[in-house]
């Protein structure tokens, strides 16, 4: 049963701390969300990539986070440092995009996320 | 203004009754629609995808109006296991999530 992995499920870690987000999407999918979900915002897209190369990151805290595909099997999004209000749940998600197609028409399928908690 | 817009609810609603929920993106060239339903604490999934004639699949029935710009989810004879949040996803470029619409159904 082919599923997207994230790892850890939890995380708790102190103000100013690094923190290191994986996922593993399906294989054979070629696209790659990361999205961050509170209460008050809801599900925000904070970077999309595509066949490895990003193709938006408008929605992420350039000075702090940051996200890459060092391989088709990993997908990182890495927060330097911390802050309490990085405090959410994010989740990665992965679909196929068929070539010559811009966008998503396809199901993403979700990981079940990592829940982070700056203190 | 949001690329895309739900009426946050909370719905609350009997079992047995039909319940709509309405979602606006302002993005005239999204390509893709889908509802997602999202349980507490869990990942969203896929419900359905939305297509321009419209689209049933047995309680749920889904309709896109493009010169308006809005989708639509219709829910009929709630059960109490539809308690969950539902949420709009609107495909172009990138693919953007509503806020969600949640839904509780009482006995």
């Known amino acids: 049963d082919a599923r997207v992995t994230q790892t850890p499920r939890h995380k708790v870690t102190e103000m100013g701390q690094e923190v290191t987000m994986r996922c593993q999407p399906i294989?054979?999918?070629?696209?790659v969300f990361w999205y961050r979900q509170t209460m008050m915002q809801g599900l925000e897209l904070l970077a999309y990539?595509?066949?490895?190369?990003?193709?938006?990151d408008s929605g992420m805290p350039k000075d702090r986070f940051s996200a890459e595909m060092p391989d088709a099997t990993l997908a990182t999004l890495k927060i330097q440092p911390s802050e309490p209000r990085d405090s959410a749940v994010y989740f990665c998600?992965?679909?196929?995009?068929?070539?010559?197609?811009?966008?998503?028409?396809?199901?993403?399928?979700f990981g079940q996320g990592t829940r982070l908690t700056v203190v | 203004r949001k690329e895309v817009e739900q009426d946050p609810g909370p719905f609350n609603v009997p079992e047995g009754a039909t319940v709509a929920f309405n979602c606006t993106y302002s993005n005239s060239a999204s390509q893709s629609f889908f509802w997602y339903r999202q349980d507490c604490r869990k990942e969203p999934k896929l419900l359905m995808s939305?297509?321009?004639s419209g689209n049933e699949d047995g309680r749920f029935t889904a309709q896109l109006n493009r010169a308006s710009q809005y989708i639509s989810l219709l829910i009929r004879d709630s059960k109490l296991s539809d308690s969950a949040t539902y949420l709009c996803v609107v495909g172009g470029f990138k693919t953007i999530f509503g806020a969600g619409t949640r839904l509780f159904v009482k006995a």
């Open positions: 998600a992965s679909g196929l995009v068929p070539d010559g197609r811009s966008g998503m028409n396809t199901e993403a399928f």
């Open positions: 990539f595509r066949n490895r190369a990003p193709l938006d």
């Open positions: 939305v297509y321009s």
């Open positions: 294989l054979g999918h070629n696209t």
